[in-house]
């Protein structure tokens, strides 16, 4: 009897932290922290525009979703983003500096796509490399 109580007992237990312990460690996992992660490559603005204007559906497999530095001339900067050679539109952490237009930059971000309308490579995520 005392041995049927443990393994009711046991598996009562399972049954009530088990869901727990799929919700922490499986469904629910923390953002990914960017600025600490390593970078697949490095690439220029203009070869990563060109590369996605020839085959958009090939370059998407290489780049979506990848940590990657961006190369490049800043031609527009906001509070918020920063355009790198006109060819990429790079959505920043934090506060961008005025003082980087027309300099050589090294922008770190996520991939996340093409814009058709705009024809500009997408990065979110952004930090600066250098200042």
């Known amino acids: 009897m005392n041995k049927r ?3 009711i007992l046991i598996v009562l237990l399972v049954i009530s932290f088990g869901p727990y ?3 922490q460690n499986i469904i629910y996992k ?3 922290d960017i600025d600490n992660e390593k970078s697949m490559l490095t690439i220029s603005a203009q070869n990563l525009e060109n590369q996605y204007a020839q085959n958009s ?3 998407d497999s290489k780049y979506l979703n990848k940590t990657i530095e961006i190369e490049g ?5 906001t509070d918020s983003s920063m355009v790198i ?5 790079c959505k920043m952490n934090k506060k961008s500096n005025q003082n980087f237009i027309k300099k050589q930059v090294n922008i770190k971000g996520r991939c996340i796509g093409y ?3 705009f024809g ?3 990065l979110d995520q952004c930090s600066t490399q250098q200042n």
Not at 73 to 77: F, R, Y
Request: net charge negative; charged share 30%; glycine share 4%.
């Open 85 to 89: 050679d006109g060819k990429v539109f």
């Open 73 to 77: 001339t800043a031609t527009e900067v």
């Open 57 to 59: 559906s090939q370059a």
């Open 21 to 23: 312990y799929i919700y």
């Open 115 to 117: 814009d058709d309308l």
């Open 30 to 32: 923390d953002a990914r």
């Open 5 to 7: 109580k443990i393994t």
């Open 120 to 122: 500009v490579v997408k």
